[in-house]
């Protein structure tokens, strides 16, 4: 018999024993089969292991996981089988799985050791952290003690800001196994003996109580609660002497007042000098003798609290006889108004221009028994903002009564205030993006009520503003629609909450996509590429979901580049239980997880610029990659009221344009501007602010 005919029935030999596995059938279900042809390769071993493994069927699994690791040893993500075909394998990690399932733990975690040291992945993980948990309910592994904590903010803690940078830190000897913060638990890949979480929160003006758990291998858990207060308002100045505007021919005059905040005031001073001093006094009085030049005379109160606000107050007085003319010109409503004495109907809507001298008109004009309020002077915004870039606004000013100053309510919310003819408020207030309505009122203590209202059209753009656009194109797989569904659901939501992402809504997909379009993104990086042409999308998340037994999924996700077609990276998660929904949450959370840590938020500035190329001041050190984005935004200057020095607006930022990462090196990276805003006025320049999107 020829060699050929020899070759062609051992050929034929090899495909019928390809065709002709034995099923294993438990619960109606076939288990022991390979989706495709059955080679007796390393990739089909590994697959038909998976299958019995799926079926509880461990003897059989063990055996096709070692034929598999005899052709390929090593455990990798996208291993080619031949021609173009790849497939995610693992035979370590799903030995190590098998072993645990057959109690025999020093081969499981033999191996699922061995599967981290080649490649991590988050179902090695999982059931790593099971078979020292079964080690522990063997008595093989002993635990001492419980976690210990350590959390950044101390208990009492007053901080002048909404967000709150907050470090924890967590060790055990066994393996930190979970931590959360107010309930939500931080994510972790596996456990581990000690763990460093950075995290942030933002809390509303008041006190909060953070509660921070961690909890081990063993269920042994630890648990600390610190209080921390949210102080956005400055504290507020009553002025009982001098009276406003006074004019005197003294030589000096008395300054007497007093100062009150919810949290503490430490100090007050008079231009500069140090009139009371405190550990956190709730009202602190504070009285000087101030020596008097001729003219106009002008006072510095600033006083500060705890968390560090400053509300700073001007008391002028006038030395000079009451005849000069400044004098006449500080009391021009009362002597206007002696011989005319206008109705107070008049001035219901006073002119924009001049709020508080027409205020003051109607205040001593008033002859129908109405009682007119005091007059609001506001410092900022004295007018309607329309182009607006901070996420607070500062709301400050001076409120004056013919009596006493009774309340301030700024924003809805009332100032703790010392009753006084004048008094200095200063709050911060949160503004959304767009139109915002800001009202100040003020009553005295006859019941005269007076109010200022601006609006505000919010457009704030901070260096965390600035955000890649991500779509999440879907998950796909030999899974049931409603679980994968769910976590694409779910994983939006997670980006989303973060804001640390421009997240494409699925119905602005569907705009521009049919189901068939992107369930071709799915498979198919060059399909994802021509996609991004037409959807406003940077990156791309696209998904294959697996399923492990009848509850386990296993996610895959790459992330495209949709200018390029590259993949910047693979993420991946694991579910033990489909039908828990805090576990499809904490996989979705994974995903968003591992996103925000492969684009890590860099600021930096620019070192040089030629053209449209930008050299920028980090690299890898930072965890620069290249294909990412960056964003050069310019500074304008802070707002500073000329009077008192007060910063009432920091400086806010407008972004310049938006650049590509070329070439990076270790500490530096060239950029190619591919978009500038506006008309373009604003050039790039050496020193300008830039940051990572």
Known sequence: MSRRVISALFAGLMIVGCATQTPYVRDGKTYGVTQGVFRGRWWSYCERGGSFLDG??????????????????????????????????????ELGITYYEMGRLDEAEQYLTASLEQVDTARAHHYLDEVRKAQIAQGRLQDAREPALAASIHDGAVLAARQVPITIDASDDLGVAAVSVNGRRLHQRGSAASVSFADELVLAEGTHAIRINAADLADKAAAESVNVTIDLTGPAIGIFEPAPDLVT??????????????????????????????????????????????????????ATDVAGNETRMAVSVYKGTQSATASFLMHLPEELL???????????????????????????????????????????????????????????????????????????????????????????????RGDNLIAVRAQDNHGGLTEETVSVKSKYFALEDARMSVAVMGFGGPVEDNSRTLLRQLTEQQLFERERF???????????????????ALGDPDSALRLGKVIPAQVFIVGQVVAHGDAGLEVFADVISTETSRKFAKLDAFIDNR??????????????????????????????????????????????????????????????????????????????GRGVIGRVLEDRCQAEMVE??????????????????
């Open 249 to 302: 021919d003294a030589a000096a005059i008395r300054l007497r007042g007093a100062t009150l905040d919810r949290n503490g005031v430490t100090s007050v001073l008079v231009d500069n000098r140090v009139l009371a001093q405190s550990t956190g006094d709730v009202r602190m009085p504070f009285e000087a003798e101030l020596a008097l030049k001729n003219g106009a005379n002008t006072f510095i109160v600033t």
């Open 338 to 432: 002696k011989p005319l004495r206008f109705a107070h109907v008049n001035f219901i809507d006073p002119p924009r221009c001049y709020p508080p001298l027409a205020r003051r008109f109607a205040m001593l004009a008033d002859t129908s028994g109405a009682a007119a309020g005091p007059a609001i002077e506001m410092k900022f915004p004295k007018e309607s903002l329309d182009d607006y870039r901070l996420r607070d606004l500062t709301v400050a000013g001076t409120v004056k009564a013919a009596t006493t100053v009774d309340s301030v309510i700024v924003a809805g919310e009332r100032i703790e205030l010392v009753p006084a003819p004048m008094v200095e408020f200063n709050k911060r207030v949160p503004v959304e």
């Open 579 to 656: 039908n828990d929904r805090a576990k499809m949450e904490y996989g979705a959370d994974a995903i968003a997880d591992a996103l925000v840590e492969y684009f890590p938020r860099v600021p930096g500035e620019v070192l040089g610029a030629s053209g449209k190329n930008v050299i920028l001041d980090f690299g890898e050190k930072q965890g620069i990659r290249a294909d990412t984005y960056v964003v050069l935004v310019h500074e304008d200057p802070p707002f500073v009221d000329e009077t008192t020095g007060e910063v009432l607006m920091p400086g806010s930022y407008a972004a310049v």
């Open 502 to 520: 421009d997240i494409v809504e699925r119905e602005r997909l569907a705009d521009v996509l049919t189901e068939q379009q992107l369930s071709e």
């Open 56 to 93: 509880g069927f461990h003897e059989e699994a063990e055996g096709d996981f070692h034929k598999a690791l005899v052709g390929r040893s090593r455990d990798t993500w996208q291993a080619r089988t031949y021609g173009l075909h790849f497939v995610e394998y693992f035979p370590n990690r």
């Open 676 to 693: 500038q805003e506006g008309d373009g006025a604003i050039g790039v320049e050496k020193g300008m602010p830039a940051v990572t999107m």
